[in-house]
Nanobody, 120 residues
Framework: QVQLVESGGGLVQPGGSLRLSCAAS????????MGWYRQATGKQREWVAG????????KYRDSVKGRFTISRDNAKNTVYLQMNSLKPEDTAVYYC?????????????WGQGTQVTVSS
């Protein structure tokens, strides 16, 4: 059973930066596209960014393009989300998951997520 453990969230002021990490157990990590999602209070979970198995291609939702960067280290079974120029509307619980990179439909049970709060 693959487990996903997200970390790196916290409280940051508008305009600040955070780097999220997601450690995945299991041997399928290096052959899986991975994605980051977020869920704000009272809203549906939405995809934020995706990356192909070897990191050769990425995709972002429009609202984070130019501010967020997804990356991965297959040797460490870890995927990252560098978030810059954070805005209050980025406040949410952030999750990672294996994904279908075309549809961004998640493939595995969800982890506990990591809370990101952007506020002055």
């Amino acid at each position: 059973q693959v487990q996903l453990v997200e970390s790196g969230g916290g409280l940051v002021q508008p305009g600040g930066s955070l780097r999220l990490s997601c450690a995945a157990s299991g041997s399928i990590f290096s052959i899986s596209a991975m994605g980051w999602y977020r869920q704000a209070t009272g809203k549906q979970r939405e995809w934020v960014a995706g990356i192909t198995p070897r990191g050769g291609a990425t995709k972002y939702r429009d609202s984070v393009k130019g501010r967020f960067t997804i990356s991965r280290d297959n040797a460490k079974n870890t995927v990252y989300l560098q978030m810059n120029s954070l805005k209050p509307e980025d406040t949410a619980v952030y999750y990672c998951n294996a994904v279908n990179i075309v549809t961004m439909v998640s493939q595995l049970p969800w982890g506990q997520g990591t809370q990101v709060t952007v506020s002055s």
